[in-house]
């Protein structure tokens, strides 16, 4: 089980490409990873309820790149930080942290009150949509390998030691770090 | 409709309140509760003035009640409650836990401290004994209007807030003390030096809250002015004023002109700023909107 | 002791289960309970399905209906009871007089629970609600100090439940309109307290600033942690002081009394935080079962070591120890 904490960061190993490749590819991915996420999960749209709509910039602070998300059109889109449209609302942290909350290992609230996330804009729908999500009980290599099957094998055999590699929570907690 | 004086929530001298309820006497009020609210650690200090403003309230032709503690937590102050419905005058209940004392059938008032939001409560309360109910100071009106009706058919009299720092909240911990960094048990009853409660401002200097011991008030006063034809129209009895430590028989009168319709609530509004120029007005809670507004404005930055 | 804990969504009632719970509660997804926030709560179908799954594992859900219901639509607050009842939870958490009095005569086999919002302080509260509506179990409000709960123990004859982890209100629960004076929604009638559509966080020059219906509640250099701005736990100015008048950003941490409110006579410990996720769920709710069994086996309780979970990151013992007062 990995520790969870803030201070993880993607190795530049993997950032430097990222800075100088298109966007656009990696748009389509993770449209296609949303698409298939939010057909797969059909509550997680029912709990966002009247806040579809709404667009969530993802500011996952130790990527090159800003997340756009548009849950009514299952569009998730990747722009360069600065250039991406306005949204409703936006949510920053490091990768470990949204891998942490996503996976359920770390509560949003606990990661927001020692500042490892930060929230801007319309507080409800930031709500709405972290609980959505929480209830979805989402693994993402399960997910990324389901949108894009040709990660599928590379997913499979490299999450573990990748998780043990860097600390980052890659796969679903279905146990719990041990408090006392 | 009919004025209503609300107990006094604040802590002042046995002097101050002997002068306030000699003077209110006299005012064009139809009714007066009387009693320690907030704290019982105030009572020793006052209570002997109790029998005398119910006398000379009595002789000035005022329908006299005794408050029940706003939160009860003590056995003395167990004990308090059930005494008080030994002394032959109606009890308004201001912590549900008075009920206990009092017998099925007894007739007793409901105080705005209590949760009446429903027409299943109202009802409850009816058939219990309630023979007056002030409602919660922030029910809207829309609420205001079904519960009037329940309460015509039911018999019950009904109250609504009409002017004073609206009751906010009721705590176990005395904020006063807090503020001059003393425990509850100490607290050397520092409440005293503020009349009328002490005010707690937003960093940037809104005005905002006021707390009195136990108790946290908005600041602003609320003032119902614009809303009492409205309100009478839908059946409500009476409009409920709380004591200040100061203009408050002026301001009695005025309300008293408003609802014989010798005064507009422009005019009622104008003659308050222009007694209490530092007095803020709010009424939002009447417009189904934040409590603190007032008249439809947000209070300025 | 029973351990009653919370679920905000169907994967954290699975969480408390799995990490151990006695017992979940939960709500509606609508003003019937008092954690009405977005993206929140239960379905009618979740709720039974959420049933099957915790009576299957041994474990008890209760479903608070515990604000008070608007006046002229109270048919919504009483088909949440019926729908309760159906759906097969163990107990329903009422707060309002005409609930309770509806639900003793309508779903007399329903069992009752009074919520904290009616904020029963006393043996004289506590045995009005038992005598009129027959409730079983009352969650005491957080302004009593140990030795009181032991007193009220003594004085009456039903069950009582005490907060033992989380958020904290500072005044007396169910009698709080501060939230609705700043921005027109009622705790008791919307079931939400500072609700995060009249929060707004800015940064001005160095500061950060959390405001709450247009009112500041706290202000913080830029970089330094915004705490979500609950109105009770802000940072004011009275006179010459400035700081927190009503309570400091903290939350509840009674873990270590747990032993004394045993000996109290309390049957269950409640658990705040249905807002909360579902890896806080079963964080705590582990935790805490180990208190408990160390409890029942005659062992010392483990320390827990919970501050990060908490708001502010910091914990109190609240009106438990007197001296909060």
Same mark, same amino acid.
């Given at each position: ?13 993997? +950032? ?9 590819? /990696? ?20 709990? &966002? $309820? ?118 980052? #929570?890659?796969?679903?907690? $279905? ?6 | ?48 003035? &109790? ?9 000035? !032709?005022? %329908? ?8 009860? +937590? ?6 308090? +409650?059930? $005494? ?35 027409? @299943? ?52 911990? =005395? ?73 408050? *028989? ?31 007005? =709010? ?19 | ?24 509660? =939960? ?11 977005? @993206? ?11 049933? !099957?799954?915790?009576?299957?594992? !041994? ?18 607050? #009483? ?22 009095? #509806? ?31 027959? /409730? ?77 219906? @247009? ?7 830029? @970089? ?72 029942? $086996?005659?062992? *010392? ?11 502010? %990151?910091?914990?109190?013992? !609240? ?7």
């Amino acid at each position: 089980m990995p520790e969870a904490t803030g201070n993880v960061t993607i190795p530049q190993l993997l +950032t430097t490409p990222m800075r100088i490749l298109p966007l656009w590819p /990696v748009s389509m991915a993770l449209s296609q990873l949303a698409r298939n996420l939010l057909y797969a999960h059909p509550e997680i749209l029912h709990r &966002i $309820d009247k806040y579809q709509n709404h667009h969530f910039e993802l500011d996952i602070t130790d990527l090159p790149f800003v997340l756009r998300l548009d849950p009514a059109r299952a569009q998730l889109r990747a722009f360069r930080r600065g250039a991406a449209p306005a949204s409703d609302a936006r949510i920053a942290g490091s990768f470990a942290a949204f891998l942490a909350m996503l996976h359920g290992a770390e509560d949003g609230d606990t990661l927001y009150f020692s500042g490892a996330l930060q929230i801007e804009g319309d507080t409800s729908a930031v709500l709405a949509l972290r609980n959505a999500l929480d209830d979805a009980e989402l693994d993402l290599g399960a997910e990324i390998a389901n949108a894009l099957p040709f990660l599928a094998k590379p997913l499979r055999q490299s999450l573990a030691p990748l998780e043990r590699l860097t600390g980052l #929570h890659l796969t679903r907690a $279905d146990t719990t770090p041990e408090v006392y | 409709m009919d004025l209503t004086v609300a107990p006094n929530p604040f802590f002042w001298s046995a002097d101050a309140v002997r002068s306030f309820y000699a003077t209110l006497s006299d005012a064009p009020v139809a009714r007066v509760v009387l009693g320690e609210l907030v704290c019982s650690k105030r009572l020793p200090f006052w209570q002997d003035e &109790i029998p005398l403003a119910v006398d000379s309230l009595q002789a000035g !032709g005022k %329908q006299v009640a005794l408050t029940s503690l706003a939160l009860i +937590t003590l056995r003395r102050e167990r004990k308090l +409650t059930a $005494d008080l419905l030994g002394l032959g005058l109606p009890v308004e209940v201001n912590d549900l836990s008075a009920l206990h004392h009092i017998p099925q059938g007894v007739p007793f008032w409901v105080g705005p401290l209590v949760n009446v939001y429903n027409e @299943g409560t109202l009802r409850w309360l009816a058939r219990r004994g309630a023979t007056r109910i002030c409602l919660p100071p922030e029910l809207p009106m829309a609420s205001v209007a079904v519960l009037a009706e329940v309460a015509q058919a039911e018999g019950v009299a009904l109250e609504v807030w009409g002017h004073g720092r609206l009751p906010l909240a009721i705590s176990g911990r =005395c904020y006063h003390a807090r503020l001059h960094e003393r425990a509850k048990d100490s607290c050397q009853f520092v409440c005293e030096q503020d009349p009328d409660g002490r005010d707690v401002d937003t960093l940037e200097g809104q005005r905002f809250l006021t707390v009195n011991g136990v108790q946290t008030l908005s600041q602003a006063y609320a003032c119902m002015a614009d809303h009492a034809v409205a309100l009478r129209d839908m059946g409500i009895s009476a409009l409920r004023l709380q004591p200040q430590s100061a203009g408050f *028989d002026a301001l009695c009168a005025d309300y008293a002109h408003l609802l014989a319709g010798d005064l507009s609530a422009q005019a009622l509004v104008e003659n308050l700023g222009a007694a209490h120029p530092d007095m803020q007005f =709010c009424d939002g809670f009447g417009r189904d909107s934040a409590g603190a507004t007032w008249r439809g404005h947000a209070v300025p930055v | 002791m029973e351990l009653v804990c919370p679920a905000g969504t169907p994967a954290a009632l699975r969480a408390a289960v799995d990490a151990g719970a006695h017992c979940i509660y =939960c709500g509606f997804a609508d003003e019937t309970n008092a954690r009405n926030f977005p @993206g929140l709560n239960f379905s009618r179908s979740e709720l039974a399905q959420a049933v !099957g799954y915790a009576h299957a594992r !041994g474990a008890k859900v209760l479903v608070a209906i515990n604000t008070f219901p608007t006046a002229g639509k109270e048919t919504l607050w #009483h088909s949440a009871v019926a729908d309760a009842e159906t759906a097969g939870a163990d107990a329903v958490i009422l707060a309002d007089l005409g609930l309770l009095a #509806h639900t003793a005569e309508r779903h007399p086999d329903l069992r009752r629970h009074l919520s904290v919002q009616a904020a029963a302080a006393n043996p004289d509260a506590i045995n009005f609600y038992a005598q009129a509506f027959d /409730v079983r179990r009352v969650v005491l409000p957080r302004v009593l100090s140990v030795e009181e709960i032991a007193a009220i123990n003594r004085e009456i004859d039903v069950e009582t439940e005490v907060f033992v982890f989380g958020g904290l209100c500072v005044m007396a629960e169910g009698r709080c309109s501060l939230s609705s004076y700043a921005t027109g929604r009622s705790p008791n009638m919307n079931g939400v307290c500072s609700p995060p559509e009249h929060v707004d966080y800015a940064t001005e020059g160095t500061d950060s600033v959390a405001r709450l219906g @247009g009112f500041t509640i706290h202000r913080t250099p830029k @970089g330094g942690v915004a705490p979500y701005p609950t109105l009770c736990k802000g940072c004011f100015t009275s006179g010459d002081k400035t700081g927190h008048v009503f309570e400091d950003a903290v939350s509840l941490d009674a873990s270590k009394l747990v032993p004394k409110l045993a000996k109290a006579g309390v049957t269950a410990l409640k658990i705040e935080g249905r807002q909360r996720s579902r890896a806080y769920v079963a964080q705590i709710v582990r935790a805490f079962r180990a208190v408990t069994d160390a409890l029942e $086996d005659g062992r *010392d309780p483990p320390a827990l070591a919970l501050a990060r979970l908490s708001e502010g %990151q910091a914990a109190t013992t !609240g009106a438990y120890a007197k001296t909060w007062r």
